[in-house]
């Protein structure tokens, strides 16, 4: 909807200023239009009349907008109709509510755009928008409030409007049916809108629970430090206190050792005195401060329990969330989680464009049968045992006779169907009509990702809270063989440094470094997997390999070749500290690309021989240059002419500095997939041997 055409903005309703903000609206000389999300924290959140207000306007905006003859007076005949009608059907079904509950419905607070097909139809009161086969497979007998009917309530404005304003318009042809059918698209669109609300207040429950876990840690430090401070000064009390009671009385009190006839021991005694009189005081002072810190012991205690309280609350909080989360999905039917995947997509180019509609379409295609079928989606609580599952369904068998667990069967027509969790179906959803969106290194959404970034956000959008790195992500879930693999498992590259989400087939989704956007991609032959819904395992996932094929999120690692040392336009040595990555031993920089490198060489190293690289130098400056080749001119370049003034280069030590040692063998046979290699002229048997030098690339 181009934004320049406004002529229903005035019919957007305003609201009544409350007695707290009254001056201030009073004196801004206006009253501002309620917004749909409320993410303001100083904003009070929109009333249910609010909402169904602004989405009518939205909706009057854009039927104006594609009717451009419209007048005034028609557009608020066409307003009046829909609001006698839509008050009309509301006030039946929410008396019905308040009296059952004594509760008012939940109306998303998101508007509802991109809507379209909308066509006259039945009323949305009650009804459900999408009507489905009689489901002979039933996920549980909890109460389940339909996303046709709830988002029905939303929706409802928003899709009756464009038929009103027809008839409200001269020789406009009169509409068919008695009102309009609710699109699945719309109702996709809303609940993408819904879940996404609750990502955000989770995201902010989550930030607050960091916060006040910081806190607590805080609080855990100050109480340590309290507690040492009064045990200090408790055995400094209870040492003075122990020698007063081992001493004498003429120690305790030295002036009763005064005796006339020996006059001159009477200085001697008086400054014994005045030494006892001052371990005294000092005792005394002591025991204050024993008191003293004995009370901020007692405070920093409190705060500790107030910072864990606060922690628990936040945390709840944020559970609440995912359960809210996890209950939404769980109302969505597979026909509008079918619509859901098809949404927001970016056209990707050629072949991947192919490969991801395919993808896409035979997802819709699986939703759209067990939809036809009648199968409700359980969640996944209800498919933890596979001696207890839904009424209608078998335990599904893996390649060994085994249950798989997490899944279940459903016979529809005369074979089995894998039926997966509802949760589970969300995810691959959102995660589906991410395609195409771009690669961007540390981001979680919802515009940019990155590999484990992606798989965080998609999940959230289905109830589970994960890490957000591809390593963390492996350690905190259940590994399931590969030959049991079901659509939704994250796979893992073998090093875990990237992760996608299986959606069968041989086909995986994720955000690729490789491609710098989000793509289907074929499934690795040596991936591992997680299940998410199974949550941790009890013990350890094992481990990664050292090996990498890659980097992270499936970037492809430099290949060692010839380059050209210069770069930026610096001279030799004279590259600025700012243009330089700094490597984890202070002191030493590369340029960004080889420091990124050496990191992964790094990590490899150590993960063979239990020690990280030893780096005794890199980029060296002109002045550096200059010192070495004074030191030692037989062995240093000639200033300007080094291969460490361009910050390319480095020198090893801890074994790799020895030729035919277990670390310079390692390096020999591993440095070459992080980009380093060690020039012919350094190598045993070279121009100039110095077995410790290697370089990014070919550079000499």
């Not at 909080?317 to 809210?324: I, K, N, P, Q």
């Not at 030893?614 to 062995?635: C, E, H, M, N």
């Amino acid at each position: 909807m181009p934004a320049s055409r406004t002529p229903a903005r005035a019919a957007v309703p305003r609201r009544a200023a409350t007695p707290r903000s009254a001056p201030t609206r009073a004196a801004a000389g206006r009253s501002a239009p309620p917004r749909a999300t409320a993410r303001s924290s100083s904003r009070p959140p929109l009333t249910p009349a609010e909402v169904l207000a602004l989405r009518e306007a939205l909706a009057l905006r854009e039927a104006a907008a594609a009717r451009p003859g419209v007048t005034a007076e028609q557009l608020a005949a066409a307003r009046a109709a829909v609001a006698a009608r839509a008050g009309a059907e509301r006030t039946p079904r929410r008396a019905g509510a308040r009296a059952a509950t004594g509760t008012r419905p939940t109306i998303s607070t998101r508007p509802t755009t991109g809507t379209r097909g909308t066509t006259g139809g039945r009323s949305a009161a009650g009804r459900s928008a999408v009507r489905r086969a009689p489901s002979r497979f039933r996920s549980s007998d909890r109460p389940r409030t339909r996303w046709s009917t709830r988002l029905g309530v939303v929706a409802t404005n928003a899709l009756l409007l464009p038929a009103v304003l027809a008839l409200a318009l001269p020789g406009a042809p009169a509409p068919e049916g008695a009102g309009p059918s609710l699109d699945p698209t719309a109702l996709a669109l809303t609940a993408r809108s819904s879940l996404l609300e609750q990502a955000d207040r989770y995201h902010r429950l989550a930030q607050v629970a960091d916060q006040r876990r910081t806190r607590l840690a805080d609080a855990l430090a100050a109480e340590q430090a309290a507690r040492e401070q009064l045990t200090v000064q408790q055995l400094s009390v209870g040492t003075g206190a122990a020698m007063l009671y081992r001493a004498t009385a003429a120690t305790r009190h030295p002036l009763l050792g005064l005796d006339v006839h020996r006059a001159g021991a009477t200085s001697g005694v008086l400054y014994a005195q005045a030494l006892a009189d001052r371990a005294e005081q000092d005792l005394q002072g002591t025991v204050v401060r024993a008191e003293r810190d004995a009370l901020r012991l007692e405070a920093a205690t409190l705060r500790v329990a107030d910072a864990r309280a606060a922690l628990a609350t936040a945390e709840r909080r944020a559970g609440d969330v995912l359960e809210t989360v996890r209950a939404k999905v769980g109302d969505l039917p597979p026909e509008i989680s079918g619509r859901l995947a098809g949404l927001a997509t970016i056209p990707a180019a050629g072949a991947q464009q192919q490969r991801n509609a395919a993808a896409t379409q035979r997802w819709q295609d699986y939703l759209g049968r067990l939809a036809a079928a009648g199968v409700e989606l359980p969640p996944a609580a209800a498919l933890a045992d596979p001696a207890e599952l839904p009424t209608g369904m078998s335990p599904a068998l893996g390649a060994d006779g085994r249950p798989i667990p997490g899944v279940a069967w459903a016979v529809v027509g005369n074979e089995p169907v894998t039926v997966l969790p509802a949760e589970t179906v969300a995810a691959v959803s959102n995660a589906l009509s991410q395609l195409g969106k771009p690669f961007v290194a540390g981001t979680a959404g919802p515009e940019t990702y990155d590999c484990g970034g992606f798989t965080a956000g998609t999940w959230l959008l289905a109830g589970y809270a994960l890490p957000g790195s591809p390593e963390e992500q492996w350690a905190a879930g259940v590994a399931v063989p590969v030959r049991d693999l079901q659509v939704g498992d994250l796979v893992f590259s073998p090093t875990r440094r990237d992760v996608g989400i299986n959606l069968g087939e041989g086909d995986v989704i994720g955000a690729s470094a490789a491609t710098y956007q989000v793509g289907v991609r074929s499934l690795s032959a040596d991936a591992v997997a997680v299940r998410v819904p199974l949550g941790a395992s009890a013990a350890p996932n094992p481990a990664p390999p050292t090996a990498a094929a890659t980097g992270p999120c499936g970037a492809p690692l430099p290949e060692p070749g010839p380059v050209r040392p210069e770069w930026g336009g610096w001279a030799n040595g004279h590259i600025p500290a700012g243009a330089l990555c700094k490597l984890a031993v202070a002191g030493h920089a590369l340029r960004c690309d080889a420091a990124a490198s050496y990191a992964q060489l790094d990590v490899a190293y150590a993960a063979e021989f239990g020690t990280p690289l030893r780096i005794t130098d890199s980029y060296r400056p002109f002045g550096a240059q200059v010192a070495a080749y004074y030191r030692k001119p037989a062995l240093a370049a000639v200033p300007g002419t080094s291969n460490h003034g361009w910050a390319l280069a480095i020198d090893l030590g801890g074994g790799v500095n020895v030729a035919g040692s277990p670390q310079w063998t390692w390096m020999s046979a591993n440095a070459a997939r992080f980009g380093f290699v060690q020039p012919d002229w350094a190598g045993p048997g070279g121009e100039k041997p110095e077995p410790w030098h290697w370089e990014y690339g070919y550079i000499s």
